[in-house]
């Protein structure tokens, strides 16, 4: 099975601008989760969804939003970009809705912010 | 609160040498899932255990091994014989059970950059 996608690879930005980031998951897996990676602060959860419907978000701003799609694939969008937006976002599938499940990683968007 | 704790920030060793990376966690809940990833420099986070919160028996795969005590709320990964190509940043995370709405997330450590040379 092809592995999990994302598109673009890398992304450059301006202050105010918005961006949508895209995520395909592995085949037959229906939960996809977003992470923003930073040195500061780590690898964070932003949200994930199942089934089209987002579960649960993690404590970021609502500039961050996503939304999942019929195939599974998901999108998540900034809006009005700021420095600290600057990060690698990863998103990751599981075939199932458990907590259990491993999650499987993409090769992130690396996204920077001018 | 839950939180996962990997107190060393970089490790160098040898090519051969063992090494072990430290995790340490908290969580309220009896019932979770551990988990280790390894993220190369393409980015990528790649899956390499998982271990749920009943299971303490020791796990070993080639070079790699894990040891989970819930005495002490650890689960610590030891790679026997580096190698170069184990040069990566290691992050270990916690799962816990959808019983606030905290689904499909992982709490994951600070991680921890091996460097392994020739």
């Known amino acids: 099975k092809a592995g999990v996608t994302q598109t673009p690879r890398y992304l450059i930005k301006t202050r105010g601008q918005q961006v949508t980031l895209s995520c395909s998951p592995i085949?037959?897996?229906?939960?996809v989760s977003w992470y923003q990676q930073t040195p500061g602060q780590g690898l964070q959860f932003l949200f994930e969804?199942?089934?089209?419907?987002?579960?649960n978000k993690g404590n970021f701003p609502g500039r961050f939003s996503g939304r999942q799609f019929s195939n599974s694939r998901s999108e998540m969008n900034v809006s009005t970009l700021e420095l600290g937006d600057s990060a690698l976002y990863l998103c990751?599938?599981?075939?199932?809705?458990?907590?259990?499940?491993?999650?499987?990683f993409g090769p992130g968007t690396r996204l920077t912010v001018l | 609160a839950q939180k996962v704790t990997q107190a060393q920030t970089e490790i160098s060793v040898v090519e051969k040498e063992d090494v072990t990376l430290d995790c340490v966690y908290e969580?309220?809940?009896?019932?979770?899932?551990l988990f280790w990833y390894k993220q190369p420099p393409s980015g990528e986070l790649v899956f390499l255990i998982r271990?749920?919160?009943?299971?303490?028996q020791n796990e070993i795969s080639g070079r790699y091994s894990w040891n989970f005590q819930k005495s002490t709320s650890s689960f610590n990964f030891t790679i026997t014989a580096s190698q170069v190509v184990d040069s990566a940043v290691y992050f270990c995370a916690l799962s816990e059970p959808p019983l606030r709405g905290n689904t499909g997330k992982l709490i994951f450590g600070q991680g921890t950059t091996l460097q392994v040379k020739p």
């Open positions: 969580t309220r809940d009896t019932t979770y899932y």
């Open positions: 271990r749920n919160s009943f299971d303490e």
């Open positions: 085949s037959g897996h229906r939960s």
């Open positions: 990751a599938s599981s075939e199932g809705a458990g907590f259990y499940n491993e999650q499987f």
């Open positions: 969804y199942f089934s089209e419907t987002q579960r």
